[in-house]
Protein backbone atom coordinates (compact mmCIF):
# COMPACT_ATOMS: atom_id res chain seq x y z
CA UNK A 1 0.00 0.00 0.00
CA UNK A 2 1.88 3.08 -1.45
CA UNK A 3 -0.67 5.60 -0.10
CA UNK A 4 -0.34 4.37 3.70
CA UNK A 5 3.26 4.75 3.82
CA UNK A 6 3.28 8.37 1.80
CA UNK A 7 0.27 9.54 4.50
CA UNK A 8 2.23 8.40 6.69
CA UNK A 9 4.80 10.16 6.13
CA UNK A 10 7.30 7.04 6.99
CA UNK A 11 8.97 4.02 5.78
CA UNK A 12 7.42 0.94 7.66
CA UNK A 13 10.02 -0.56 9.13
CA UNK A 14 11.12 2.65 10.59
CA UNK A 15 7.93 3.08 11.57
CA UNK A 16 7.41 -0.10 13.40
CA UNK A 17 10.57 0.25 15.14
CA UNK A 18 9.91 3.95 16.64
CA UNK A 19 6.54 2.58 17.55
CA UNK A 20 8.46 -0.51 19.41
CA UNK A 21 10.32 1.94 21.44
CA UNK A 22 7.37 3.81 22.37
CA UNK A 23 4.88 0.98 22.95
CA UNK A 24 8.14 -0.52 25.16
CA UNK A 25 8.46 3.12 27.38
CA UNK A 26 4.98 2.74 28.23
CA UNK A 27 4.68 -1.30 28.66
CA UNK A 28 8.04 -0.71 31.10
CA UNK A 29 6.78 2.03 33.12
CA UNK A 30 3.36 0.43 33.69
CA UNK A 31 5.78 -3.03 34.86
CA UNK A 32 7.61 -1.10 37.39
CA UNK A 33 4.58 0.39 38.93
CA UNK A 34 3.29 -2.88 39.27
CA UNK A 35 3.00 -4.39 42.78
CA UNK A 36 2.48 -8.26 41.76
CA UNK A 37 4.80 -7.80 38.61
CA UNK A 38 7.29 -6.13 41.21
CA UNK A 39 7.26 -9.26 43.34
CA UNK A 40 6.97 -11.88 41.57
CA UNK A 41 9.82 -10.78 38.88
CA UNK A 42 12.12 -9.00 40.80
CA UNK A 43 11.69 -10.00 44.75
CA UNK A 44 10.78 -13.62 44.48
CA UNK A 45 13.76 -14.55 42.70
CA UNK A 46 16.13 -12.65 45.03
CA UNK A 47 14.22 -14.25 48.17
CA UNK A 48 15.12 -17.53 46.24
CA UNK A 49 18.33 -17.41 46.03
CA UNK A 50 18.69 -15.90 49.51
CA UNK A 51 16.93 -19.39 50.64
CA UNK A 52 18.40 -22.01 48.53
CA UNK A 53 21.81 -20.38 48.99
CA UNK A 54 21.46 -20.57 52.60
CA UNK A 55 20.53 -23.98 53.11
CA UNK A 56 22.62 -25.54 50.59
CA UNK A 57 25.93 -23.62 52.23
CA UNK A 58 27.77 -26.13 53.03
CA UNK A 59 27.63 -28.29 50.14
CA UNK A 60 29.64 -28.45 46.76
CA UNK A 61 28.68 -29.07 43.67
CA UNK A 62 30.43 -30.79 40.97
CA UNK A 63 30.43 -28.71 37.48
CA UNK A 64 32.29 -29.27 34.37
CA UNK A 65 36.29 -28.39 35.18
CA UNK A 66 35.80 -28.59 38.78
CA UNK A 67 33.66 -28.24 42.14
CA UNK A 68 31.70 -24.68 42.93
CA UNK A 69 30.03 -23.45 46.13
CA UNK A 70 26.21 -24.70 46.17
CA UNK A 71 25.47 -21.02 46.77
CA UNK A 72 27.31 -20.29 43.75
CA UNK A 73 25.50 -22.55 41.81
CA UNK A 74 22.45 -21.36 42.69
CA UNK A 75 22.98 -17.52 41.05
CA UNK A 76 22.62 -19.11 37.22
CA UNK A 77 20.09 -21.34 38.72
CA UNK A 78 17.70 -18.93 40.13
CA UNK A 79 18.62 -16.66 37.21
CA UNK A 80 17.02 -19.16 35.01
CA UNK A 81 13.79 -18.55 37.19
CA UNK A 82 14.09 -14.75 36.91
CA UNK A 83 14.48 -14.66 33.16
CA UNK A 84 11.57 -16.99 33.04
CA UNK A 85 9.07 -14.97 35.53
CA UNK A 86 10.15 -11.50 33.83
CA UNK A 87 9.24 -12.75 30.38
CA UNK A 88 6.96 -16.15 30.06
CA UNK A 89 5.04 -15.83 33.03
CA UNK A 90 4.39 -12.16 33.29
CA UNK A 91 3.85 -11.70 29.56
CA UNK A 92 1.33 -14.85 29.46
CA UNK A 93 -0.25 -12.94 32.77
CA UNK A 94 -0.15 -9.98 31.38
CA UNK A 95 -1.01 -10.14 27.82
CA UNK A 96 -3.98 -12.37 28.50
CA UNK A 97 -5.26 -10.08 31.14
CA UNK A 98 -5.10 -7.58 28.75
CA UNK A 99 -6.67 -9.62 25.51
CA UNK A 100 -9.71 -10.62 27.89
CA UNK A 101 -10.24 -6.87 29.24
CA UNK A 102 -10.41 -5.75 25.54
CA UNK A 103 -7.10 -3.27 25.95
CA UNK A 104 -5.61 -5.39 22.70
CA UNK A 105 -8.38 -5.06 20.57
CA UNK A 106 -8.58 -1.53 21.21
CA UNK A 107 -5.20 -0.93 20.15
CA UNK A 108 -5.78 -3.21 17.26
CA UNK A 109 -8.50 -0.46 16.10
CA UNK A 110 -5.72 2.02 16.14
CA UNK A 111 -2.95 2.36 13.41
CA UNK A 112 -0.40 1.25 15.57
CA UNK A 113 1.46 -1.99 14.01
CA UNK A 114 0.89 -5.19 15.43
CA UNK A 115 4.69 -5.59 15.68
CA UNK A 116 5.37 -2.59 17.05
CA UNK A 117 3.17 -3.97 20.13
CA UNK A 118 4.56 -7.40 20.54
CA UNK A 119 8.32 -6.51 19.86
CA UNK A 120 7.76 -3.56 22.67
CA UNK A 121 6.07 -5.97 25.17
CA UNK A 122 9.17 -8.50 24.30
CA UNK A 123 11.69 -5.61 25.23
CA UNK A 124 9.83 -4.91 27.95
CA UNK A 125 10.61 -8.21 29.11
CA UNK A 126 14.39 -8.36 28.29
CA UNK A 127 15.01 -4.95 29.68
CA UNK A 128 13.26 -6.68 33.06
CA UNK A 129 15.54 -9.67 32.62
CA UNK A 130 18.66 -7.73 32.55
CA UNK A 131 17.63 -5.90 35.38
CA UNK A 132 16.58 -8.91 37.70
CA UNK A 133 20.04 -10.83 36.27
CA UNK A 134 22.32 -7.80 37.28
CA UNK A 135 20.55 -8.07 40.64
CA UNK A 136 21.38 -11.72 41.19
CA UNK A 137 24.85 -11.05 40.09
CA UNK A 138 25.11 -8.40 42.87
CA UNK A 139 23.82 -10.56 45.63
CA UNK A 140 25.81 -13.73 44.69
CA UNK A 141 28.79 -11.51 44.76
CA UNK A 142 28.12 -9.44 47.83
CA UNK A 143 26.75 -12.40 50.15
CA UNK A 144 28.69 -15.51 48.61
CA UNK A 145 31.38 -14.06 47.11
CA UNK A 146 30.79 -15.25 43.94
CA UNK A 147 32.89 -13.47 41.33
CA UNK A 148 31.05 -11.69 38.47
CA UNK A 149 32.13 -12.77 35.64
CA UNK A 150 34.15 -10.34 33.09
CA UNK A 151 35.64 -12.28 30.59
CA UNK A 152 32.30 -14.85 30.09
CA UNK A 153 29.83 -11.80 30.41
CA UNK A 154 29.15 -11.14 26.67
CA UNK A 155 28.21 -14.87 26.32
CA UNK A 156 26.31 -14.45 29.69
CA UNK A 157 24.70 -11.69 28.40
CA UNK A 158 23.57 -12.89 25.16
CA UNK A 159 22.20 -15.79 26.66
CA UNK A 160 20.05 -13.79 28.97
CA UNK A 161 18.75 -12.21 25.73
CA UNK A 162 18.50 -14.97 23.24
CA UNK A 163 16.54 -16.60 26.65
CA UNK A 164 14.01 -13.94 27.18
CA UNK A 165 13.03 -13.63 23.70
CA UNK A 166 12.53 -17.58 23.35
CA UNK A 167 10.13 -17.27 25.99
CA UNK A 168 8.69 -14.30 25.28
CA UNK A 169 7.60 -16.44 22.10
CA UNK A 170 6.55 -19.15 24.36
CA UNK A 171 4.71 -16.76 26.46
CA UNK A 172 2.42 -15.21 23.00
CA UNK A 173 2.33 -18.98 22.18
CA UNK A 174 0.91 -19.87 25.73
CA UNK A 175 -1.41 -17.06 25.63
CA UNK A 176 -3.23 -17.83 22.45
CA UNK A 177 -4.41 -21.35 23.82
CA UNK A 178 -5.19 -19.74 27.71
CA UNK A 179 -9.02 -18.69 27.46
CA UNK A 180 -9.23 -16.29 30.32
CA UNK A 181 -7.10 -14.31 32.70
CA UNK A 182 -7.76 -16.29 35.88
CA UNK A 183 -6.19 -19.84 34.05
CA UNK A 184 -2.93 -17.39 33.46
CA UNK A 185 -1.24 -17.69 36.63
CA UNK A 186 -2.00 -21.44 37.54
CA UNK A 187 -1.02 -22.52 34.37
CA UNK A 188 2.48 -21.06 34.21
CA UNK A 189 2.83 -22.15 37.34
CA UNK A 190 1.82 -25.83 36.67
CA UNK A 191 3.82 -26.15 33.39
CA UNK A 192 7.40 -24.21 35.14
CA UNK A 193 7.57 -25.57 38.60
CA UNK A 194 8.22 -29.23 37.57
CA UNK A 195 10.53 -27.76 34.94
CA UNK A 196 12.67 -26.08 37.68
CA UNK A 197 12.55 -29.02 40.06
CA UNK A 198 14.62 -31.08 37.49
CA UNK A 199 16.21 -28.69 35.64
CA UNK A 200 19.01 -27.65 37.74
CA UNK A 201 17.14 -24.55 39.07
CA UNK A 202 16.15 -25.36 42.48
CA UNK A 203 18.10 -28.71 42.70
CA UNK A 204 21.77 -29.44 41.13
CA UNK A 205 21.61 -31.92 38.35
CA UNK A 206 23.97 -34.04 39.33
CA UNK A 207 22.33 -34.61 42.49
CA UNK A 208 19.39 -36.18 40.20
CA UNK A 209 18.49 -39.49 38.59
CA UNK A 210 19.97 -39.60 34.98
CA UNK A 211 16.43 -40.61 33.72
CA UNK A 212 14.93 -37.47 34.92
CA UNK A 213 17.98 -35.36 33.41
CA UNK A 214 17.12 -37.00 30.18
CA UNK A 215 13.25 -35.73 30.66
CA UNK A 216 14.56 -32.08 31.55
CA UNK A 217 16.75 -32.29 28.33
CA UNK A 218 13.95 -31.99 26.17
CA UNK A 219 12.48 -28.99 27.52
CA UNK A 220 14.31 -25.45 27.35
CA UNK A 221 14.10 -24.71 30.51
CA UNK A 222 16.91 -27.19 31.45
CA UNK A 223 19.47 -25.57 28.15
CA UNK A 224 18.56 -22.21 29.61
CA UNK A 225 19.75 -22.91 32.77
CA UNK A 226 23.37 -25.05 31.60
CA UNK A 227 24.15 -22.00 28.85
CA UNK A 228 23.65 -19.62 32.20
CA UNK A 229 25.81 -22.14 34.41
CA UNK A 230 28.78 -22.12 31.39
CA UNK A 231 28.41 -18.78 31.24
CA UNK A 232 28.91 -17.99 34.25
CA UNK A 233 30.75 -20.81 35.82
CA UNK A 234 34.73 -19.81 36.58
CA UNK A 235 35.93 -23.03 35.26
CA UNK A 236 35.29 -21.61 32.11
CA UNK A 237 37.53 -21.45 29.40
CA UNK A 238 37.33 -19.46 26.58
CA UNK A 239 34.30 -16.79 25.84
CA UNK A 240 31.30 -19.23 27.63
CA UNK A 241 29.06 -20.00 24.65
CA UNK A 242 27.11 -23.13 25.09
CA UNK A 243 26.20 -22.75 21.58
CA UNK A 244 24.22 -26.27 21.14
CA UNK A 245 21.90 -25.34 24.24
CA UNK A 246 21.44 -22.30 23.10
CA UNK A 247 20.20 -23.76 19.57
CA UNK A 248 18.03 -25.92 21.26
CA UNK A 249 16.11 -22.57 23.67
CA UNK A 250 16.23 -20.92 20.38
CA UNK A 251 14.73 -23.58 18.26
CA UNK A 252 11.70 -23.53 21.33
CA UNK A 253 11.09 -20.20 21.03
CA UNK A 254 10.83 -20.80 16.94
CA UNK A 255 8.13 -23.42 17.48
CA UNK A 256 6.36 -20.75 20.32
CA UNK A 257 6.69 -18.10 17.76
CA UNK A 258 5.21 -20.07 14.98
CA UNK A 259 2.33 -21.56 17.01
CA UNK A 260 1.66 -17.80 18.65
CA UNK A 261 1.65 -16.24 14.64
CA UNK A 262 -0.97 -18.97 13.57
CA UNK A 263 -3.12 -18.97 16.85
CA UNK A 264 -2.78 -15.05 18.64
CA UNK A 265 -5.68 -12.77 19.18
CA UNK A 266 -6.69 -9.30 19.54
CA UNK A 267 -10.09 -10.38 20.54
CA UNK A 268 -11.40 -11.97 24.11
CA UNK A 269 -11.73 -15.40 23.55
CA UNK A 270 -13.49 -16.01 26.70
CA UNK A 271 -17.56 -15.18 27.57
CA UNK B 1 -31.85 18.65 15.35
CA UNK B 2 -30.41 18.51 11.75
CA UNK B 3 -27.64 19.12 10.21
CA UNK B 4 -27.82 21.82 7.21
CA UNK B 5 -26.14 20.40 4.08
CA UNK B 6 -23.29 23.42 4.18
CA UNK B 7 -22.52 22.32 7.66
CA UNK B 8 -21.18 18.78 6.14
CA UNK B 9 -19.31 20.34 4.05
CA UNK B 10 -21.41 19.75 0.77
CA UNK B 11 -22.20 21.93 -2.17
CA UNK B 12 -25.10 22.81 -3.55
CA UNK B 13 -26.68 20.16 -5.47
CA UNK B 14 -24.63 17.53 -4.35
CA UNK B 15 -25.79 14.60 -2.26
CA UNK B 16 -24.23 14.37 1.17
CA UNK B 17 -21.61 12.08 1.67
CA UNK B 18 -21.94 9.03 2.66
CA UNK B 19 -19.20 7.50 4.88
CA UNK B 20 -20.63 4.47 5.61
CA UNK B 21 -22.32 2.26 3.35
CA UNK B 22 -23.61 -1.41 3.23
CA UNK B 23 -25.66 -3.30 0.93
CA UNK B 24 -26.68 -6.58 0.99
CA UNK B 25 -24.39 -7.79 4.33
CA UNK B 26 -24.50 -11.10 4.98
CA UNK B 27 -22.69 -12.92 7.55
CA UNK B 28 -23.02 -16.64 8.48
CA UNK B 29 -21.67 -18.70 11.32
CA UNK B 30 -21.37 -21.95 10.55
CA UNK B 31 -24.89 -22.60 10.41
CA UNK B 32 -26.03 -19.62 11.89
CA UNK B 33 -26.91 -16.21 9.67
CA UNK B 34 -26.31 -13.62 11.69
CA UNK B 35 -26.92 -11.13 9.12
CA UNK B 36 -28.91 -11.67 6.25
CA UNK B 37 -29.35 -8.80 2.99
CA UNK B 38 -28.47 -5.55 5.73
CA UNK B 39 -28.20 -2.00 3.78
CA UNK B 40 -27.82 0.95 5.30
CA UNK B 41 -25.72 4.37 5.06
CA UNK B 42 -24.30 7.13 7.40
CA UNK B 43 -23.99 10.90 6.00
CA UNK B 44 -20.90 12.75 6.89
CA UNK B 45 -21.74 14.40 10.19
CA UNK B 46 -24.64 13.15 11.38
CA UNK B 47 -25.22 10.84 14.60
CA UNK B 48 -26.89 7.21 13.97
CA UNK B 49 -28.28 5.62 15.91
CA UNK B 50 -28.25 1.12 15.61
CA UNK B 51 -30.48 -0.37 17.57
CA UNK B 52 -32.28 -3.54 18.16
CA UNK B 53 -32.27 -6.88 20.32
CA UNK B 54 -29.43 -8.78 21.64
CA UNK B 55 -28.92 -11.48 19.18
CA UNK B 56 -30.12 -9.39 16.07
CA UNK B 57 -26.90 -9.06 14.47
CA UNK B 58 -25.59 -5.43 15.60
CA UNK B 59 -22.39 -6.40 17.34
CA UNK B 60 -21.61 -8.69 14.32
CA UNK B 61 -22.68 -5.90 11.67
CA UNK B 62 -20.58 -2.97 14.00
CA UNK B 63 -17.41 -5.19 14.42
CA UNK B 64 -17.56 -5.75 10.16
CA UNK B 65 -17.65 -2.24 9.72
CA UNK B 66 -14.44 -1.37 12.12
CA UNK B 67 -12.59 -4.20 10.48
CA UNK B 68 -12.82 -6.68 12.77
CA UNK B 69 -14.30 -8.91 11.29
CA UNK B 70 -14.62 -10.41 7.65
CA UNK B 71 -17.97 -10.45 6.06
CA UNK B 72 -19.89 -13.55 4.10
CA UNK B 73 -20.80 -11.41 1.30
CA UNK B 74 -21.80 -8.08 0.58
CA UNK B 75 -20.76 -4.40 -0.04
CA UNK B 76 -19.32 -2.72 2.78
CA UNK B 77 -17.21 1.09 2.30
CA UNK B 78 -16.33 2.87 4.97
CA UNK B 79 -14.47 6.47 4.32
CA UNK B 80 -14.08 4.90 1.18
CA UNK B 81 -12.45 1.88 1.88
CA UNK B 82 -13.13 -1.67 2.30
CA UNK B 83 -12.69 -2.33 6.42
CA UNK B 84 -11.66 -5.65 6.01
CA UNK B 85 -8.51 -4.62 3.41
CA UNK B 86 -8.04 -1.14 4.74
CA UNK B 87 -4.44 -0.76 6.41
CA UNK B 88 -3.04 1.87 8.82
CA UNK B 89 -4.14 4.98 7.18
CA UNK B 90 -8.03 4.16 6.76
CA UNK B 91 -7.20 3.15 10.63
CA UNK B 92 -6.09 6.93 11.84
CA UNK B 93 -9.58 8.17 10.40
CA UNK B 94 -11.49 6.09 13.09
CA UNK B 95 -12.29 6.01 16.09
CA UNK B 96 -13.59 2.92 18.61
CA UNK B 97 -14.84 3.32 21.82
CA UNK B 98 -15.83 -1.10 22.40
CA UNK B 99 -18.39 -2.17 25.02
CA UNK B 100 -15.76 -3.65 26.97
CA UNK B 101 -12.66 -2.48 27.93
CA UNK B 102 -10.51 -1.50 30.75
CA UNK B 103 -8.02 1.00 30.84
CA UNK B 104 -4.13 -0.01 30.23
CA UNK B 105 -3.12 -0.70 33.75
CA UNK B 106 -0.68 1.16 35.74
CA UNK B 107 -0.50 4.02 33.92
CA UNK B 108 -2.01 7.46 34.48
CA UNK B 109 -5.19 9.07 32.35
CA UNK B 110 -2.64 11.53 30.70
CA UNK B 111 0.03 8.38 30.15
CA UNK B 112 -2.93 6.24 28.76
CA UNK B 113 -3.27 9.56 25.87
CA UNK B 114 0.08 9.68 24.96
CA UNK B 115 0.70 5.90 24.89
CA UNK B 116 -2.48 6.30 21.83
CA UNK B 117 -1.40 9.58 20.59
CA UNK B 118 1.78 8.38 19.72
CA UNK B 119 0.21 5.76 17.39
CA UNK B 120 -1.32 8.27 15.42
CA UNK B 121 0.00 10.36 12.50
CA UNK B 122 -1.51 13.82 13.37
CA UNK B 123 -3.06 13.25 17.00
CA UNK B 124 -5.20 15.70 18.77
CA UNK B 125 -3.29 17.67 21.79
CA UNK B 126 -3.81 15.70 25.13
CA UNK B 127 -4.91 18.57 26.74
CA UNK B 128 -7.21 19.77 24.43
CA UNK B 129 -8.68 16.11 24.39
CA UNK B 130 -8.96 15.44 27.77
CA UNK B 131 -10.85 18.91 27.89
CA UNK B 132 -13.74 17.53 25.32
CA UNK B 133 -14.55 14.48 27.31
CA UNK B 134 -14.41 16.65 30.82
CA UNK B 135 -11.65 15.00 32.70
CA UNK B 136 -8.96 17.96 32.41
CA UNK B 137 -8.72 17.21 36.16
CA UNK B 138 -7.72 13.85 36.38
CA UNK B 139 -4.58 13.62 33.75
CA UNK B 140 -2.71 12.29 36.73
CA UNK B 141 -4.98 9.67 38.27
CA UNK B 142 -4.52 6.01 38.04
CA UNK B 143 -6.53 4.97 34.87
CA UNK B 144 -7.81 1.67 36.46
CA UNK B 145 -9.05 4.19 40.15
CA UNK B 146 -11.53 6.21 38.01
CA UNK B 147 -15.17 6.13 38.34
CA UNK B 148 -17.53 3.99 35.79
CA UNK B 149 -18.36 6.99 34.28
CA UNK B 150 -14.97 8.55 33.92
CA UNK B 151 -13.50 4.88 32.87
CA UNK B 152 -15.80 5.70 29.66
CA UNK B 153 -14.81 8.83 29.59
CA UNK B 154 -11.12 7.95 28.98
CA UNK B 155 -12.38 5.07 26.41
CA UNK B 156 -14.24 8.01 24.30
CA UNK B 157 -11.11 10.50 25.19
CA UNK B 158 -8.66 7.50 23.49
CA UNK B 159 -10.84 6.89 20.81
CA UNK B 160 -11.08 10.50 19.36
CA UNK B 161 -7.16 11.07 21.02
CA UNK B 162 -6.30 10.59 16.73
CA UNK B 163 -8.89 12.99 15.65
CA UNK B 164 -11.24 10.84 13.92
CA UNK B 165 -13.84 11.99 11.16
CA UNK B 166 -15.91 8.80 12.38
CA UNK B 167 -16.36 7.30 16.13
CA UNK B 168 -18.02 3.95 16.67
CA UNK B 169 -19.58 4.36 20.16
CA UNK B 170 -21.32 1.28 21.32
CA UNK B 171 -23.43 1.19 24.14
CA UNK B 172 -21.62 4.48 25.55
CA UNK B 173 -23.71 4.57 28.98
CA UNK B 174 -24.52 0.84 29.85
CA UNK B 175 -24.24 0.54 33.24
CA UNK B 176 -24.35 4.57 34.40
CA UNK B 177 -26.54 6.80 36.56
CA UNK B 178 -28.99 9.35 35.46
CA UNK B 179 -26.74 12.10 36.04
CA UNK B 180 -23.27 10.11 34.39
CA UNK B 181 -25.42 9.51 31.20
CA UNK B 182 -26.35 13.27 31.18
CA UNK B 183 -22.97 14.01 31.08
CA UNK B 184 -22.05 11.64 28.51
CA UNK B 185 -25.02 12.76 26.04
CA UNK B 186 -23.36 16.21 26.23
CA UNK B 187 -20.34 14.73 25.38
CA UNK B 188 -21.56 13.25 22.30
CA UNK B 189 -23.66 16.22 21.34
CA UNK B 190 -20.28 17.81 21.52
CA UNK B 191 -19.19 15.74 19.38
CA UNK B 192 -21.50 16.46 16.75
CA UNK B 193 -20.15 20.55 16.84
CA UNK B 194 -16.56 18.80 16.23
CA UNK B 195 -18.14 17.65 12.74
CA UNK B 196 -17.29 14.03 13.50
CA UNK B 197 -19.70 11.68 11.96
CA UNK B 198 -20.95 9.23 14.91
CA UNK B 199 -22.01 5.44 14.85
CA UNK B 200 -24.04 4.98 17.68
CA UNK B 201 -24.90 1.43 19.53
CA UNK B 202 -27.72 1.75 21.94
CA UNK B 203 -30.19 0.06 24.07
CA UNK B 204 -31.54 2.91 25.44
CA UNK B 205 -34.16 4.57 23.45
CA UNK B 206 -34.06 7.96 24.96
CA UNK B 207 -30.27 8.51 24.47
CA UNK B 208 -31.33 7.48 20.52
CA UNK B 209 -34.65 10.05 20.57
CA UNK B 210 -31.77 12.43 22.07
CA UNK B 211 -28.90 12.19 19.96
CA UNK B 212 -29.67 10.39 16.72
CA UNK B 213 -30.21 12.33 13.57
CA UNK B 214 -31.51 8.77 12.46
CA UNK B 215 -31.93 5.30 13.53
CA UNK B 216 -32.38 2.06 12.29
CA UNK B 217 -33.53 -0.95 13.79
CA UNK B 218 -32.17 -4.24 12.78
CA UNK B 219 -34.20 -7.30 13.84
CA UNK B 220 -32.70 -10.43 13.07
CA UNK B 221 -30.12 -9.36 11.19
CA UNK B 222 -32.13 -7.30 8.73
CA UNK B 223 -33.19 -3.34 8.94
CA UNK B 224 -36.73 -3.44 9.97
CA UNK B 225 -37.32 0.20 10.25
CA UNK B 226 -35.22 3.30 9.45
CA UNK B 227 -35.76 7.32 9.57
CA UNK B 228 -35.41 10.48 12.04
CA UNK B 229 -36.45 9.27 16.10
CA UNK B 230 -39.41 11.40 15.49
CA UNK B 231 -40.81 9.54 12.10
CA UNK B 232 -39.33 6.36 13.26
CA UNK B 233 -42.11 3.47 11.89
CA UNK B 234 -44.40 6.14 10.74
CA UNK B 235 -44.61 7.71 14.82
CA UNK B 236 -45.04 10.80 14.05
CA UNK B 237 -48.88 9.88 12.07
CA UNK B 238 -49.90 7.26 14.15
CA UNK B 239 -52.71 7.74 16.21
CA UNK B 240 -52.75 9.65 19.97
CA UNK B 241 -53.91 8.03 22.41
CA UNK B 242 -56.12 9.46 25.06
CA UNK B 243 -56.43 8.12 28.57
CA UNK B 244 -59.08 9.39 31.34
CA UNK B 245 -60.86 7.95 34.32
CA UNK B 246 -64.92 8.63 33.74
CA UNK B 247 -66.41 11.25 36.81
CA UNK B 248 -68.46 8.95 39.31
CA UNK B 249 -71.96 8.50 37.91
CA UNK B 250 -70.95 8.75 34.17
CA UNK B 251 -71.17 6.17 31.85
CA UNK B 252 -69.55 5.63 28.23
CA UNK B 253 -72.96 6.27 27.02
CA UNK B 254 -73.09 10.12 27.90
CA UNK B 255 -70.07 10.35 26.30
CA UNK B 256 -70.04 13.08 23.21
CA UNK B 257 -70.25 11.35 19.89
CA UNK B 258 -66.75 12.16 18.93
CA UNK B 259 -65.45 10.63 21.80
CA UNK B 260 -67.14 7.56 22.56
CA UNK B 261 -66.44 6.31 18.67
CA UNK B 262 -63.07 6.66 19.21
CA UNK B 263 -62.90 4.01 22.64
CA UNK B 264 -61.29 1.15 21.87
CA UNK B 265 -60.94 -0.05 25.42
CA UNK B 266 -60.10 -0.37 28.59
CA UNK B 267 -56.19 0.31 30.21
CA UNK B 268 -57.01 -0.67 34.14
CA UNK B 269 -59.54 1.48 35.10
CA UNK B 270 -59.13 4.40 32.90
CA UNK B 271 -60.62 4.20 29.33
CA UNK B 272 -58.33 4.30 26.43
CA UNK B 273 -59.48 6.12 23.33
CA UNK B 274 -57.22 6.08 20.10
CA UNK B 275 -57.78 9.03 17.38
CA UNK B 276 -56.22 10.32 14.43
CA UNK B 277 -57.32 13.81 15.39
CA UNK B 278 -56.10 15.01 18.86
CA UNK B 279 -58.32 17.49 18.86
CA UNK B 280 -61.63 16.66 17.46
CA UNK B 281 -61.81 14.17 20.46
CA UNK B 282 -60.03 16.06 23.36
CA UNK B 283 -62.00 19.53 22.37
CA UNK B 284 -65.38 17.69 22.90
CA UNK B 285 -63.96 15.90 25.58
CA UNK B 286 -62.78 19.00 28.01
CA UNK B 287 -66.39 20.77 26.86
CA UNK B 288 -68.47 17.53 28.20
CA UNK B 289 -66.71 17.66 31.74
CA UNK B 290 -66.80 21.51 31.62
CA UNK B 291 -70.82 21.30 31.48
CA UNK B 292 -70.70 18.30 33.91
CA UNK B 293 -68.60 20.54 36.43
CA UNK B 294 -66.32 17.63 36.41
CA UNK B 295 -62.71 17.13 36.57
CA UNK B 296 -60.39 14.58 34.54
CA UNK B 297 -57.93 14.57 37.07
CA UNK B 298 -55.89 11.66 35.29
CA UNK B 299 -56.62 12.67 31.56
CA UNK B 300 -53.30 11.30 29.24
CA UNK B 301 -52.80 12.35 25.97
CA UNK B 302 -49.88 10.59 24.07
CA UNK B 303 -48.55 9.60 20.88
CA UNK B 304 -46.87 5.80 20.89
CA UNK B 305 -43.13 6.94 22.25
CA UNK B 306 -39.96 5.82 20.54
CA UNK B 307 -39.63 2.80 22.46
CA UNK B 308 -43.23 1.76 21.83
CA UNK B 309 -42.43 1.97 18.07
CA UNK B 310 -39.23 -0.26 19.24
CA UNK B 311 -40.80 -2.88 21.15
CA UNK B 312 -43.52 -3.15 17.88
CA UNK B 313 -41.11 -3.55 16.06
CA UNK B 314 -38.68 -5.77 17.74
CA UNK B 315 -40.57 -8.02 20.16
CA UNK B 316 -41.36 -11.26 18.28
CA UNK B 317 -45.14 -11.99 17.67
CA UNK B 318 -47.17 -14.28 19.27
CA UNK B 319 -45.94 -17.34 17.10
CA UNK B 320 -48.30 -20.18 16.66
CA UNK B 321 -47.53 -23.36 18.03
CA UNK B 322 -45.97 -25.26 15.45
CA UNK B 323 -46.67 -28.90 15.28
CA UNK B 324 -44.10 -31.03 16.61
CA UNK B 325 -41.45 -32.31 14.35
CA UNK B 326 -42.85 -35.72 12.71
CA UNK B 327 -41.39 -38.84 13.84
CA UNK B 328 -39.47 -40.49 11.60
CA UNK B 329 -40.49 -43.95 10.62
CA UNK B 330 -37.64 -46.42 10.07
Known amino acids: MTTTAVQLGEHKASRTARLALHQFSYDLRALVRNRQSQFFTLALPILFLLIFASVFSGNDVKVSGGRLSASVVYVPGIMTLGIISASFVNLV ?34 VAALGVTVALLAIGWAAYGASIPARTAPALAVTVVVGTVAFCCLGYALTSVIRNEDAAQPVTQALMLPLYFISGVFVPVSSLPSWLVNVADVFPVRHLAAALLVAYNPHTTGSGFAGWDLLIVAAWGGAGLVLAVRRFSWVPLGH | MTISLEDRGVGPGLEPERVIEVRDLHMQYGRLEAVRGLDLHVLRGEVFAFLGPNGAGKTTTVEILEGFRRRTSGHVSVLGDDPQLAGPSWRARIGVVLQESAPERDLTVAECLRLYAGYYPAPRGVAETLALVGLADRAGSTASRLSGGQRRRLDVALALIGDPELVFLDEPTTGFDPSARRAAWDMVAGLRTLGVTVFLTTHYMEEAERLADRVAVVVQGRIVAEGTPGSLAGRDRAAVEIRFSLPEGASPEDLPASVRCAVVGRDGERLLVRTASTVSALGPLVRWAEDRGVDLPDLEVRRPSLEDVYLALTVPEQVAVTAPEPTRVP
Not at chain 1, 106 to 126: D, H, K, Y
Request: net charge positive; hydrophobic share 50%.
Open chain 1, 93 to 126: ISVTAQRESGVLKRRRATPVPAAAIIAGRALTAV
